[in-house]
């Protein structure tokens, strides 16, 4: 018994003296609970210059240790290689540049990477190590950036006659302006920020591919054929010329303006588009879908979320399990059909025929009176009634009703089927109601 308790107070003291070195290194200013992060300043480690005569692939690798690699113009027509760490490096952790042929290739070696911990401290000796790749203005071929945990970034605009490809595993990728034949850029964890991007270099533009998987993709305009894709993260173009095909599984999908057709699918996001001057199929799981202006077939899946298009001239076809419709149309013709949500239909010249079902909603039409067209609706659960009943044929329980509105020289249709909701056709004139 006597020696548990010499024990206990052992360890007792050895608490105290623990308590009072913590009070005392409190006392001195220093952080007890956050981390604080130290790096040594950057050093220059190695420089080369190198002639591109007769290059026309440059790769720059850094694979095996965390270096960012920053782009800038070289003041002359040579390659400058740059290479800063925060601290001396042995012969063989040092980059290498070697020329084989017409490829010329920059590659970081492998270092063995050292962190220190103290209390509320945490020190990382490669903190701050970088490359710079002074790039003259004057160069054409293929340009490859490649890195394992660190950024990719450009002061310059790069405008070559050939691919450009960046990816990261680690890391985000910010250029300002690309010109190139192909575009490619890939991050694993990070985002992607560009301002403009062009492949119309012949008469046909190249491909334009950005892949993240978790991370942000941002840019001003992008012209060439695009295909822009995340798996957690959202992606915002303002401008894009060409065809585009936008994917993101957990993220919204916003543009102000496409010029060409574009498939869009969210699998959990809102799709907001300004603007589109082609044909879209969009596909959202959990998330709205909304177009405002443009012209071209509008085919649109939702599981729950509304979905909205507005100036229309075309076709559509629209789908939704869960949310409402909401279609203004100039003119046009097309099928509207959801399991739980209102349909509401303002068409200003009826071109071909008009199908609107709803199991759980009202469906509403406000159709100029100029129109002429075949009438035909009927609902289990809800009125009908609209601005010509008196063309139209009712059951005797008022839910069904078909008629003739004036007469179509086009063959023109509308047919509306609810399950339990209301059917309503107004008449009216220049957006205003009768």
């Known amino acids: 018994m006597k020696k548990i308790k010499i024990t206990m107070l052992v360890l007792l003291c050895i608490l105290a003296v623990g308590l009072c070195g913590v009070l005392v290194y409190g006392m001195a200013g220093q952080n007890l609970y956050g981390t604080k992060y130290v790096n040594s300043a950057s050093q220059l480690v190695m420089e080369k210059e190198v002639s591109l005569d007769g290059v026309d692939r440059i790769c720059v690798t850094y694979d095996m240790n965390n270096n960012d690699i920053r782009i800038s113009e070289a003041e002359g027509d040579m390659l400058t290689v740059k290479e800063y760490n925060t601290e001396e490096l042995a012969e063989d952790e040092i980059s290498t540049v070697e020329v084989d042929g017409s490829r010329l290739e920059v590659k970081g070696k492998k270092r063995n990477r ?38 990719i970034s450009s002061k310059m605009d790069i405008a070559i006659g050939n691919t450009f490809k ?21 991050c694993s964890s990070g985002d992607v920020q560009l301002d403009k991007i062009s492949t119309e270099l012949g008469e046909a533009a190249g491909d334009i591919a950005i892949k993240t998987t978790s991370g942000d993709i941002e840019a001003d305009q992008l012209t060439g054929t695009v295909n822009l894709a995340t798996s957690s993260g959202e992606i915002a173009v303002r401008q894009m010329t060409g065809d585009a095909d936008l994917r993101t599984a957990s993220g919204s999908i916003e543009s102000e303006n496409i010029l060409g057709n574009a498939q869009v699918a969210a699998t959990s ?25 443009g012209s071209g077939k509008r085919t649109v899946r939702t599981t729950s979320g509304e979905i909205v298009l507005e100036q229309l001239t075309d076709v559509w076809e629209v789908k939704a399990s869960s949310g409402a419709v909401t279609i203004k ?31 759980s909603g009202l469906a509403e039409i406000r159709i100029s009176e100029d129109n002429a067209f075949d009438f035909k609706a009927a609902t289990s659960s809800g009125d009908i009634d609209t601005f010509f009943d008196d063309e139209l044929v009712f059951s005797q329980k008022r839910n069904s009703a ?33």
């Open 269 to 293: 996001g809102d799709v907001s588009i300004q603007c589109i001057e082609g044909d879209v199929t969009a596909d959202s799981s959990s998330g709205a879908v909304q177009i405002y202006e």
């Open 329 to 359: 149309a100039q003119e046009g013709s097309g099928s509207i059909c959801t399991t739980s949500g209102d349909i509401k239909v303002d068409l200003g010249r009826l071109t071909g025929n008009l199908t609107l079902e709803s199991s």
């Open 402 to 434: 078909e008629g003739v509105y004036k007469t179509s020289e086009t063959g023109s249709r509308i047919v509306v089927r609810t399950t339990s909701g209301d059917v309503r056709v107004i008449n009216y004139t220049g957006g205003q109601k009768d």
């Open 114 to 151: 050292t962190n220190y911990v103290y209390f509320g401290t945490y020190y990382d000796e490669h903190m701050g190590n970088y490359t710079e790749i002074g790039l003259p203005s004057s160069y054409r071929g293929e340009l490859v950036f490649l890195t394992s945990s660190g950024d």
């Open 166 to 186: 960046a990816a990261t595993s680690s890391g985000d990728v910010c250029i300002p302006n690309i010109t190139a034949q192909d575009v490619s850029i890939e």
